[in-house]
């Protein structure tokens, strides 16, 4: 499985949007067995779920995340992990092995890292982000 992760020197960046490097990790096993960085302009959207797809990433972790650009992402098939916080190798590591992150939740969620305040007529369509 191809996991990606926001990341800001050795820790996950505070804000998906404005990040600029994206960890891309193969989990086998339950363990990391691949990684790479890839770098992108922060904020420019299309650049990233281009990386996204051609990296066949399934999972993308990172901090806070604005509706839009998760609306994005989840409407490409790739699982959304928000509003984590913390040593990137080892959330990425508890992530391989099976275990929660909850313990990693961004100070002030209570949702365990899983809670989106998104409005009801958020995007339903697949994104053109997605097929180009």
């Known amino acids: 499985m191809r996991v990606a992760m926001t990341v800001w020197g050795d820790r996950i960046s505070p804000v998906l949007d404005s990040a600029r490097t994206l960890l891309i990790a193969e989990v086998a096993g339950g363990q990391v067995v691949d990684r790479r960085l890839e770098f992108f302009a922060a904020g420019f959207l299309p650049q990233l779920m281009q990386i996204i797809r051609q990296q066949a990433v399934e999972v993308l972790i990172c901090g806070a995340v604005s509706q839009e650009l998760a609306s994005c992402i989840e409407t490409c098939d790739v699982e959304l992990v928000p509003f ?7 959330i990425l590591e508890t ?32 994104s053109d982000l997605c097929r180009q």
């Open 84 to 90: 984590l916080a913390g040593d990137a190798e080892l």
């Open 95 to 126: 992530f391989a092995r099976g275990q929660s992150v909850a313990v990693f939740a961004m100070p002030g969620c209570r949702c365990s890292g899983k809670c989106r305040n998104f409005m009801v007529d958020a995007c339903r369509r697949k």
